[in-house]
């Protein structure tokens, strides 16, 4: 079945350092692939997407790029801020079945 | 343009009460998606809702159940409420050939 695979634990980092969140999927055919970021007290928005191979998706700074030869949807952010500190999920849509499968998300805390 | 809202933003109940949780979906969005999130499991899909007519369900027990109105929004009910149904439940709709736009959910404790 489709699955997306999520590095574990917290991500801490100062303000204006490099973040990067590693997401590996395992999917049929060819899903699209997103990044979602919850903040706290909130529901998730769509950060970004990218909906076949080599596709870059990106938003606020924030980039991912399809690798399909390594089945990975890293994000990659050059200068966090404190208000990027909130908890990012990886997730993709196979379609035929529709749901969205996540990753287990990473809490991201930036501090000033 | 409003989005995605969900109603009520929180929700207390009882073991073995039941729960209504409701959605109403962006104009235009034909589709209503259900998700759990649990502490410590994650997000999981629930149910999907298509014009009307449940198209797919997640794995979970039939005590989860729902249905979509004819103007698509929705209603998900969670009968004989056990302990570990505490989480937030996340809506999402979607217009056709369009991406998953998500609710600020409904956060059920269970007492």
């Known amino acids: 079945g489709n699955s997306v695979t999520q590095m574990e634990g917290p991500v801490t980092l100062s303000e204006e350092a490099f973040l990067t969140i590693n997401c590996t999927y395992t999917?049929?055919?060819?899903?699209?692939l997103f990044w979602y970021v919850q903040y706290p007290g909130e529901g998730l928005q769509l950060l970004l997407k990218?909906?076949?191979?080599?596709d870059k998706g990106s938003n606020k700074g924030f980039e991912a790029t399809y690798r399909k030869e390594t089945t990975s949807f890293h994000l990659e952010k050059g200068s966090v801020q404190v208000s990027d500190s909130a908890v990012y999920f990886c997730a993709l849509l196979s379609y035929g079945n529709n749901r969205l499968a996540f990753g287990k998300g990473n809490q991201v805390v930036v501090i000033p | 343009e409003a989005g995605v809202t969900q109603s009520p933003t929180h929700l207390i109940k009882t073991r073995g009460q039941q729960a209504t949780l409701r959605c109403s979906p962006i104009s235009g969005h034909t589709s209503v998606y259900w998700y759990q999130q649990a502490l410590g499991l994650g997000l999981q899909f629930l149910l999907w809702?298509?014009?009307?007519?449940?198209?797919n369900r997640g794995n979970f027990p039939p005590r989860f159940s729902g249905r979509q109105f004819p103007n698509y929004s929705s209603e998900l009910n969670v009968n004989a409420l056990e302990l570990e149904d505490s989480a937030l439940y996340l809506c999402?709709?979607?217009?056709?050939?369009?991406?998953?736009?998500f609710g600020p959910g409904t956060r059920l404790l269970v007492l």
């Open positions: 999917a049929t055919g060819y899903p699209s």
């Open positions: 999402a709709t979607v217009a056709p050939q369009e991406f998953q736009y």
């Open positions: 990218a909906t076949k191979a080599d």
């Open positions: 809702y298509d014009e009307g007519e449940e198209r």
